[in-house]
């Protein structure tokens, strides 16, 4: 970390039942220093509600025009479990919970569409297929 210090708030604390969590907004004071990283905000997020750092969720930051002040949303989750069943896919592959799903390139995926619409049937499946080198 550089220099300065951090000032970590929350507000409109509110405790979702529902959705087994905490929810809040998060204003982080940073004037000395440039945008904090969320994994430092989860670090000090955890440390003062006494939690484990994998349940804290932090997303949607926005810094404030002149800088020195950062927005964003913040969750604790009760469990794991809870956390993997209400969270959004991607931000359960960002913190490690998932898997990434490696898929091919859009381009490719739009030229083996567009390759495949030329025929019909049976044919189809050979022209989604990726065309030889030697051809």
Excluded at 100 to 113: D, F, G, T
Excluded at 115 to 124: E, L
Aim: aromatic fraction near 8%; glycine fraction near 8%.
């Amino acid at each position: 970390m550089s220099e300065g210090t951090v000032t970590i708030r929350t507000r409109k604390f509110l405790t979702n039942r529902l959705l087994q969590r905490k929810q809040f907004i998060v204003d982080v004071l940073h004037p000395a220093r440039p945008t904090v990283s969320k994994s430092d905000i989860s670090d000090k997020l955890a440390s003062q509600y006494k939690v484990d750092k994998a349940r804290v969720v932090t997303f949607g930051f926005k810094t404030v025009f002149g800088g020195g002040r950062s927005t964003g949303f913040g969750m604790i989750y009760d469990s794991e479990d809870a956390q993997k069943k209400f969270e959004p896919r991607h931000r359960l592959v960002r913190s490690g919970l998932k898997p990434k799903v490696e898929k091919a390139s859009r381009k490719l995926r739009k030229e083996r569409k567009n390759r495949a619409k030329k025929f019909r049937g049976t044919q189809k499946k050979k022209a989604a297929e990726p065309q030889k080198k030697g051809k």
